[in-house]
Each structure stands twice: as C-alpha cells, then as structure tokens.
C-alpha cells in the first residue's frame, strides 16, 4: 500500500531479530553461572520454601543474598560502571534475567528501585542524585517505593491530591497513597506530589523523592488475598522533602513519570518468557500427576497458551534486537506490557482449569505441593492492573503506536 508506514518501519527497514550472543555474553553466562550454583542453597529451591517462612524473614533473607550478589558484581548489568553497574551489554543484561530465573534465584526485594527509577535516573537524574541513589540502591542498603496510585487516581493519574506546599527550600506534603508495593519495608518513595497550588491535569506536578522514616510519614499494610501484605497505604501529613529531591524538573513531573513508566512497562521479555516456561511444565506435570493431560479441552487450553509463550519470546528477541541498536522503545512498551501479562494471565486460567473444584487445596494429590503454583495463580491477577491495566496499555497502542484516532 502506498505511502502506508507500519509503526516499526516499511518492510524494506524492518528488523532483523537477532537470535545470538557474543563470545564474550557467552563466557559472562558461565561466571554467572558459576556464582550461582555456588550461592543458592538447594533447599531454597524446592517448591513451597519462600512460601512457609513469614514474610519478614522472606523479605530480610532475599535482601541480604541480593547485597551479596551486587557485591560480587552481579548487579547493575548494563550500568555505568561508575555507578556501581558492570558495564555489560544489553545481552548480557538478558543472559543474567534468563539465568535468575533457570536457577531459581531469590526474586529481588527492591525491583522498583532497580527496574524503574535507577534508569530514569540515569536518564534525567542529577549528578548528585545518581551518586547518592545508585549504590546504596544496588546494595539493598535503601528499599524504594513508587507513590504514583492515589484513593482517586489510578489510571487516571492526572487526578491525583496529594499536594506539596513550598517552605524554603522544602515542600511540605499532605495526601494518601495506595497500592503502594513494599510500604512496609520502604525506606524511600518517589511519589507523584501537585506542586503548583491551583494547577489541573497533568500540569504543576513534581516527582519528589521522600524519606519514609519521618514523623509525617505513615505506612498502613493491606491485606491481600493471598495472605500475604506485599502492598500497603502511605500517609502524608506535613512530611518534608527538600526541593533538591525532586527528580526532573519542579514541574514537570508528568514527563518524569512517563519516563519511569516507559520502563516499566517495557521490562525484560526475556526473563518474562523463561519464568512462564518453566511455570508452563510444572503446570502440565499437575495435569499429568491428576490425569487432566488426557481431556482434549484441557490439551487445547496448553496448546494454546504454549503458542501465545512462543510468540511471547519472539517478541522479546525483538524489543532485545531494538534495544541493541540503541533504539528506543518509548510507547511501545504497552505492547509488551500487554504481551506478557496477558499470557501470563492465560496460563495460570489454565492452571485452575487443570484443578478444577481442587483449586483451593494446597496438596490435590498426596505428596503434590502446589503451594508455590497456588501463589502465582493468585499474583497473576494483579499483572493486567499494575503499571497500567490492559485496557489502558490498549488505548496507548492504539493511540500512539499505532496513530487511531482517540
Ligand atoms: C499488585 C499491585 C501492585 C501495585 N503497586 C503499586 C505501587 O507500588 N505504586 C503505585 O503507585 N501503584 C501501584 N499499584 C496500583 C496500580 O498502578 C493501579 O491499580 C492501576 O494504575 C489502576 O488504577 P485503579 O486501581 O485505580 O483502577 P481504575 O483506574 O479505577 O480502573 C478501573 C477499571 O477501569 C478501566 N479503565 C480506566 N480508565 C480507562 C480508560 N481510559 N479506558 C478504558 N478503560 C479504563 C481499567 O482498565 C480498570 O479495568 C499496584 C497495583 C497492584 C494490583
């Protein structure tokens, strides 16, 4: 068709997805290995470990591991080594996701820190703040919290009340957060504050960085239905922050935000893929071990999410490719977003599916600990609502990846 420009170029540009790793991925892959085997016990490997202990003794012994492995130099992959990262490659950065997760390594204790605020701070950070941030981040010594989500905004975040009056050089900030993952464990949040009295919208917003062990800081857990409290309330009431601490500019924090949400949205396909694989065959070794393998419904439902992961890794390989030639993915990111957690969604239907009216029993069959697989079946509900629901995700692919009208 002429004239007609696909979102991710004509044919005659499309992108050639790359499949491969360098010598030097590979001889990387082998250290990492290596440092793994040697530092995870084979208890914390088998099913239902993390789940039996509490949640405090879970959480302090995930930080502890994760300060080791930073300090060994498997942290910070593909960061500055300046700011404490190694330096690598994003390949690099894919064979450590992928390796984590093939060897049933701790799941990390400050992902929002690591995963969304570390870039952006790169990105538009100031010096000062990169030094300050960075390091202690890496080394667990600073736990982060993202205080986006508010009682009345959620998807509609431009709605948010949470306020920040000028006093000097501080803002003094009222408001409630909610939905606010590691609340209890949080030492500091960046947190979405109106900065500008009188102003609507998207304007007048700044990202201010505030310390959670303060008198006007308030963290109320909520319970979820798992059990478990991994998120919580946070209060504000004449909490102070100094305006040096507002990341990009007083302002225009909107911008700062859509930033960070860029990378969270795009997060590593290719760990996403090896994780739902793995989770994929224990699923199928369920149906096996109940004799569910043998309903055709049930071997349809496998066959099709098994196509939805292949697709899923495809996907991967080309954002990896992307990200390789130095591209950004800037919106897209809700297709990938939307990519995995709806597969994830679909394999854990099939999960219960599999267990039919035995959903609620941690052991079907004796000897046959579910436990873990129970926990995921639950989490999986919560992917298509955080870091922006699917149906969200939708309207900005539709609107600025792919040009719809609104
Ligand atoms: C496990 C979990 C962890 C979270 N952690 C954090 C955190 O650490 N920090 C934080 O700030 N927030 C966090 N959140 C909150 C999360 O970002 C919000 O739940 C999310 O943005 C949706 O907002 P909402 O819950 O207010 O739902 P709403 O925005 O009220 O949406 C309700 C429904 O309406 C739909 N909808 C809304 N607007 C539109 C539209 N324009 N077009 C079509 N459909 C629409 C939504 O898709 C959804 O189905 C977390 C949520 C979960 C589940």
Not at 225 to 251: H, K, N, P, Q, Y
């Amino acid at each position: 068709m002429p004239g007609w420009q696909h979102p991710f170029g004509t044919c005659k540009e499309a992108v050639r997805v790359d499949l491969s790793y360098t010598a030097e991925e590979e001889r990387f892959r082998d250290e990492l290995r290596q440092w793994l085997s040697a530092h995870i016990p084979e208890d914390w490997t088998k099913p239902g470990f993390w789940e039996a202990m509490s949640p405090e003794a879970n959480f302090e012994m995930r930080r502890d591991w994760e300060r080791d492995k930073a300090l060994a130099g498997f942290a910070g992959i593909q960061w500055p080594t300046e700011y404490g990262g190694r330096g690598g490659t994003p390949g690099m950065k894919a064979i450590y996701d992928q390796e984590m997760v093939l060897a049933r390594a701790p799941q990390t204790v400050n992902g929002l820190g690591l995963t969304f605020l570390a870039p952006t701070l790169m990105a538009i950070g100031s010096d000062a703040q990169r030094k300050e941030i960075i390091g202690p981040m890496l080394r667990n010594e600073v736990i982060w919290c993202q205080g986006f989500s508010e009682p009345g905004a959620g998807s509609d975040l431009a709605a948010l009340t949470t306020r920040g009056v000028r006093d000097g050089d501080d803002f003094v900030v009222n408001g409630q957060k909610v939905w606010t993952t590691n609340a209890m464990h949080g030492d500091k949040i960046f947190t979405m504050v109106r900065t500008e009295p009188g102003s609507e919208k998207h304007r007048g917003i700044s990202m201010l960085l505030i310390d959670m062990h303060q008198p006007g800081v308030e963290a109320r857990p909520l319970k979820q239905m798992s059990g478990a409290s991994e998120f919580g309330e946070v209060f504000f009431t004449d909490a102070r922050v100094a305006s040096a601490d507002c990341l990009g500019e007083i302002g225009d924090g909107w911008r700062t935000a859509m930033l960070l949400l860029s990378f969270e949205r795009g997060a590593s396909g290719v760990a996403q893929y090896t994780e739902f694989r793995r989770q994929y065959d224990e699923i199928v070794t369920v149906a096996r071990a109940l004799g569910r393998d043998q309903d055709p419904v049930i071997r349809n439902k496998l066959a099709r999410v098994l196509t939805e992961l292949e697709c899923l890794r495809y996907h991967a390989m080309y954002v990896l490719t992307q990200v390789e030639q130095g591209r950004d993915l800037g919106f897209e990111a809700s297709m990938t977003k939307l990519q995995w957690s709806e597969t994830f969604q679909d394999l854990w239907e099939v999960f219960d599916d599999v267990l039919g009216p035995d959903a609620t029993l941690t052991e079907p069959v004796p000897g046959l600990d579910v436990a873990a697989l129970h926990a995921q079946a639950m989490w999986s509900r919560s992917v298509t609502i955080w870091g922006g629901s699917s149906q969200v995700q939708r309207n900005i692919t539709a609107e600025r990846v792919l040009g719809l009208p609104r």
